[in-house]
Structure formats: structure tokens, C-alpha cells
């Protein structure tokens, strides 16, 4: 296996990708270098990844198909991912080269990813285009498995089908029967530009459910720190991008959580602490602009491995979802998208256990999008009533099942009700497991509707049930509500 996964968290997981030349740690971005002109010194951008993509067609172009080894070309020591050149076809129409060709050609100069020549699309596409890509890529990957054992590269499959679902799914089937080793999701800019992760969702999902679930899955493009969590977040494991360059060129400031024009800074100094940033804003502007780009490209690099490693270190604590609450507040898609997630499709990847949870889980009014209550609420179909009567009690002190007026009714009535506790977010919690994380461990802010329903559902399995202190509109004459714990205990005789 050239992939090993280390931690996971939502769908989103820490892994390591074995490659010939050493081993990525994922998430990761393979910043884009050209093989043409390279703007950055690639000392400095070892500064910050470790792996780099460049475009094999170029390259081929310049030496005229003749191999050469691509890092001696490159002066790069790390590891190196190529791609086929599709992104020219976007731009100049066709490539002069075969998809065979242009694929054993990233072999022979030593890359250590390569990519079949995938066919870029628009997320507009008709389907009956969107089919003919689908029907050519699953072509090339055939004939591609065929000599894919006897290359000593990791080879990418890029998956077609734009938005179409059906096509999605028939084309990650169909590649995932030849062996390649890396799945690959291309995402037209526009799409990342303007934050529309809901359809990036629903092509990962779909990619996901018909590939092995721990095959790595490649994003094409992607590179702001705004992106990257949330696409991690959704599944994906490796992203190239040039944005550090672009945005340099363009005076463009990545930061963690915006992009910041020069012309808008209005402090004396850049609000971040890289060592390039000491450098005062008024130097900045008045330097040559290429002396300028390489600065603010290099900081770019230094933010995008500052971003990459938060989010590495929120999959391993387990609290990827608070991050993305942080992150959504940056713009108001990423919050729509973030309260509109179907929490079931993240139910589906996110582990139960997290291997070392932290102390407390913050619900705000994002949080019913997360994964547990519902998984809770799940659960409980398999709880069996204790008794058939039920006393339903909403407090405010956690632990509950150390809560006072618990530990009153525990000692008044004993085994003769069921007692259950009401969480806004989470619905019925029944007193034997409310200590289980994070029932006991949450702190809440608003309601969960569904909570509400589930428990109108859920409570029909008991004779009577007894609410307190709780607003749950049952009907029917085995509910009463109590006033006081006194009267909960009148309504409860042996
Ligand atoms: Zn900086």
C-alpha cells in the first residue's frame, strides 16, 4: 500500500503517501513549479513542502520528447508529481502528443506522480460532452493499466463526469478496477473561487463511494488556506496550486483566513510575523516588483504550510469541525455551506471514537451539523426502556447523572421510571449513558429541531411518560407534565 492512514477526523484524515523519493505526509500541497521559468528559487520553496508538481508537457516540449531527469532539471531534491498537460488543452486547444506517450514520459524523466492526460471541463458541461470524457479517460486508463505495473511511479487517475452523478460514479468504478494508485478530482477554478463546496462535496462523495475508501483523493487547483480545510474536511488528501506565485504577482497577500491587497494594507507592517513580513510595507511597495513578488510569494508558501499543519493538528485532536466554525466565519458561503452539510454524509467517515477527545465539544448554531447528534439519536433505536414508565427531565449541571435534582429522583423513585435527560442538541439521553462523550461534555448554544422530533418519536415506546422542566409537545393521555420533583414523584407510585 502506498498509502497509510494516521488519524481521521470527519471525513478528513492525516496520512502518509509512500512515494520512490520519500514519504508526503497528507494533507498536502505540491506547490506548482515551471519548468520554463521558475520566479521562485526552488531553496525556497524547500523552505516550506517538501514536494513540488510541475507540468510534464512542457517539459517534453522543451526537450523534444527526449528523457531527461526532471529533478536534476529542476534542482529539486524532494519529491516530484508531474501532470499531463490538460490544463494546455484548456488553453491552446489540442496537445501534439499521445496520452501514452505524455504518461511513460513522466516515467522516463524520473517522476515519482504521474498523471494520465486527463481531459479538463467546465462544471457547465452538457452531459453528453461530460460522457465522451468519461468514456475516453476510462480508455486511456485501460490501456495505461496495462504497463502501470512495471512503472515505478505512483499514477493518478483523474476522474471525469463534471456534476453529473451517474457519470461520477461510473467513471470512479471504472478506474478504480485498473490499480491506480491515486484518484484525482479536477476542480474548475470558477467553483473554488466562489466557495461552491457544496458541488465539490457532492463530486467528492460521490468519487468516494465508488472507490476504496482509503485510496487518496487529489483536488486539481486548489490553494487558499480559506479552501483547503474544508475540502480536507470532505475527504480530500492532496492538492496542488499555484496561488502562491499568482497572488504575488499580483501583490496579493495570502492570509490564513483572507486575501489581503498591498494596496490596502494600512499598517506600517504586514499582520503576520514570517520573517519576510518584518520588512516594512512602505519598503515593500517602494522595492523593484520582482524583488516584492518573491517576497510576498515566499510568505504565500509560508502560509499555506502554516495552514496545512493547523489542519493536521485539528484532525489528530479531533476537532476539525471547530476549525471549519472558525474558518466559515470568513465569508458568508462557507457558513451556508457549513449549516447546510447533510450530516449523515459526514456520520458516514467521521470515526466514532477519537483517539484522545478533547475536554469539551462547543455546539453553536453550526453545530447540528455535526456528525454526533445524530449518530446519538441513532443509537438510541438500539436503548431498551429501563421500565415502562419514563420521567424526562431537562437540567442544567453536567455531568447530568451527577446533577442534584437526578440524584433526588435516583433516591426517591429508584428502578420504578426510566429517567432521561433532554439536551437541546442532542434529544434523549438516557441516565445509564449519559457519561458517554460528549453527552455530558458539550456546551450548547440554540436548539436542534430534530432533536425535538426524534424525542416526540423516540418517547412513544413508554407507557407514561413524565416531562419536567421540558417543553416537548406529546400528545396523548399517558403524558403529564410536574411542576415540581415533588409531583414527578406522585405520578410515579410503586
Ligand atoms: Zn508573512
Known amino acids: 500500500m502506498s498509502f497509510e492512514i494516521v488519524a481521521k477526523d470527519l471525513a478528513g484524515r492525516v496520512g502518509l503517501l509512500h512515494t520512490k523519493s520519500g514519504v508526503v505526509e497528507t494533507p498536502a500541497l505540491f506547490p506548482v513549479v515551471d519548468p520554463r521559468k521558475q520566479e521562485v528559487p526552488l531553496e525556497a520553496v524547500q523552505r516550506y513542502f517538501g514536494q513540488v508538481i510541475t507540468n510534464s508537457y512542457f517539459i517534453y516540449r522543451l526537450t523534444g520528447g527526449r528523457a531527461v531527469d526532471v529533478k536534476k532539471m529542476l534542482g529539486w531534491g524532494g519529491v516530484v508529481m508531474t501532470d499531463s498537460g490538460a490544463y494546455q488543452i484548456l488553453r491552446y486547444g489540442t496537445v501534439e502528443v499521445d496520452p501514452d506517450e505524455i504518461l511513460r514520459f513522466q516515467q522516463k524523466i524520473g517522476s515519482d506522480i504521474g498523471v494520465i492526460l486527463d481531459l479538463p471541463f467546465d462544471y457547465e458541461e452538457p452531459y453528453g460532452s461530460a460522457l465522451l470524457k468519461v468514456e475516453e479517460t476510462i480508455r486511456r486508463a485501460k490501456r495505461a493499466a496495462a504497463y502501470l505495473k512495471e512503472m515505478d511511479m505512483l499514477v493518478v487517475a483523474p476522474i471525469q463526469g463534471a456534476l453529473y452523478a451517474d457519470l461520477l460514479a461510473r467513471s470512479a468504478r471504472e478506474l478504480s478496477r485498473l490499480g491506480f494508485h491515486i484518484f484525482a478530482i479536477g476542480s474548475p477554478t470558477t467553483l473554488l473561487e466562489?466557495?461552491?463546496?457544496?458541488?465539490?462535496?457532492?463530486?467528492?462523495?460521490?468519487?468516494?463511494?465508488?472507490?476504496?475508501?482509503?485510496?487518496?483523493?487529489?483536488?486539481?487547483?486548489?490553494?487558499?488556506?480559506?479552501?483547503?480545510?474544508?475540502?480536507?474536511?470532505?475527504?480530500?488528501?492532496?492538492?496542488?496550486?499555484?496561488?502562491?506565485?499568482?497572488?504575488?504577482?499580483?501583490?496579493?497577500?495570502?492570509?490564513?483566513d483572507r486575501t489581503l491587497r498591498l494596496d490596502d494594507v494600512k499598517t506600517d507592517y504586514l499582520p503576520c510575523s514570517?520573517?519576510?513580513?518584518?520588512?516594512?510595507?512602505?519598503?515593500?511597495?517602494?522595492?523593484?516588483?520582482?524583488?516584492?513578488?518573491?517576497?510576498?510569494?515566499?510568505?504565500?508558501?509560508?502560509?499555506?504550510r502554516e495552514e496545512l499543519l493547523e489542519i493536521r493538528q485539528r484532525i489528530h485532536e479531533g476537532t476539525l469541525w471547530e476549525y471549519l466554525e472558525i474558518k466559515a466565519r470568513a465569508h458568508p458561503t462557507l457558513y451556508r455551506f457549513l449549516k447546510s452539510i447533510d450530516r449523515r454524509l459526514l456520520e458516514e467517515y467521521d470515526p466514532e471514537t477519537h483517539p484522545d477527545p478533547h475536554g469539551l465539544f462547543f455546539y453553536s448554531d453550526t453545530a447540528p451539523r455535526r456528525p454526533e447528534p445524530a449518530r446519538h439519536r441513532e443509537r438510541l433505536n438500539n436503548v431498551e426502556p429501563l421500565s415502562r414508565r419514563a420521567v424526562v427531565i431537562k437540567v442544567e449541571e453536567k455531568p447530568y447523572n451527577r446533577n442534584w435534582q437526578y440524584l433526588y429522583l435516583k433516591k426517591t423513585l429508584g428502578d420504578r421510571a426510566h429517567i432521561l435527560f433532554y439536551d437541546p442538541i442532542f434529544g434523549i439521553i438516557p441516565e445509564e449513558i449519559a457519561e458517554v462523550y460528549p453527552l455530558s461534555q458539550n456546551e450548547s448554544e440554540g436548539e436542534d429541531e430534530e432533536a425535538r422530533a426524534h424525542a416526540y418519536e423516540w418517547l412513544r415506546r413508554y407507557d407514561l411518560v413524565v416531562l419536567y422542566n421540558v417543553d416537548i409537545p406529546l400528545m396523548g393521555k399517558k403524558v403529564v407534565k410536574a411542576r415540581s420533583l415533588e409531583e414527578v414523584a406522585l405520578y410515579i407510585q410503586p
Do not use: W
Open 194 to 256: 466562489e466557495y461552491r463546496f457544496d458541488l465539490i462535496l457532492r463530486v467528492v462523495l460521490e468519487v468516494k463511494a465508488n472507490i476504496a475508501r482509503e485510496a487518496p483523493i487529489h483536488l486539481f487547483g486548489a490553494g487558499h488556506p480559506l479552501v483547503l480545510p474544508f475540502a480536507v474536511a470532505l475527504g480530500v488528501d492532496l492538492f496542488d496550486s499555484a496561488s502562491y506565485i499568482l497572488y504575488a504577482r499580483d501583490d496579493r497577500i495570502i492570509l490564513r
Open 274 to 304: 514570517t520573517k519576510l513580513c518584518y520588512t516594512p510595507v512602505k519598503e515593500l511597495r517602494e522595492m523593484p516588483k520582482q524583488e516584492r513578488t518573491l517576497l510576498i510569494a515566499e510568505h504565500n508558501l509560508a502560509v499555506l
